[in-house]
């Protein structure tokens, strides 16, 4: 049996190629007024089945970049008695959950062909700083309101709608 080659398989695999280029160079635009450029074999929206079991911790947050164009990171303390700000994906993939660094939180993933989006966020409510407090609150506002999500490997970057990256890294996760 011989393959056929025709005109229009060329142009076929030209847009592919040029469309893999496009999406490349639009997420580097995307975050690199983050200063976190994820290389092109990063994925994009990932199913939940992919971070099932797995263990996040906020490692940087880089806010918006100023009238300069210059990006501000945001300092991340460790929290009250130590408690890094980490989110937790469940073995079912089903529930978000983890720590502001003062309060526990949960939300309930919701997926479709684009990703998944987090839904009925909770939280506990202790007293915290004030401080500790507002960071508090902005991280549960971007964990609401992000745009996209990208892998790549051990990090995990949250980009929300507006500008701000949240960039985590992977832990062990013993809850297993």
């Known amino acids: 049996m011989a393959l056929k080659y025709s005109p229009s398989d060329s142009i076929g695999m030209s847009l592919n190629r040029l469309f893999l280029t496009f999406s490349c160079l639009g997420l580097g635009f995307l975050v690199g007024c983050a200063n976190v450029i994820p290389p092109c074999s990063a994925k994009i929206s990932p199913p939940s089945s992919e971070l099932k079991n797995t263990k996040w911790e906020l490692t940087r947050w880089n806010l918006p970049p100023n009238s300069n164009g210059e990006v501000r990171t945001r300092q991340i303390p460790q929290g009250d008695a130590s408690n890094p700000i980490q989110i937790i994906f469940d073995t079912n993939g089903q529930r978000l959950s983890g720590s502001t660094?003062?309060?526990?939180?949960?939300?309930?993933?919701?997926?479709?062909?684009?990703?998944?989006?987090?839904?009925?966020?909770?939280?506990?409510?202790?007293?915290?700083?004030?401080?500790?407090?507002?960071?508090?609150?902005?991280?549960?506002?971007?964990?609401?309101?992000?745009?996209?999500?990208?892998?790549?490997?051990?990090?995990?970057?949250?980009?929300?709608?507006?500008r701000e990256v949240l960039s985590f890294t992977q832990r062990p996760n013993t809850n297993k």
């Open 101 to 162: 660094g003062c309060n526990r939180f949960t939300a309930t993933l919701d997926e479709d062909a684009r990703g998944f989006s987090l839904k009925q966020i909770a939280s506990t409510k202790m007293a915290c700083s004030p401080q500790r407090m507002e960071l508090e609150n902005d991280f549960l506002y971007e964990l609401n309101d992000y745009r996209s999500i990208v892998r790549n490997g051990d990090q995990l970057l949250m980009i929300g709608t507006d």
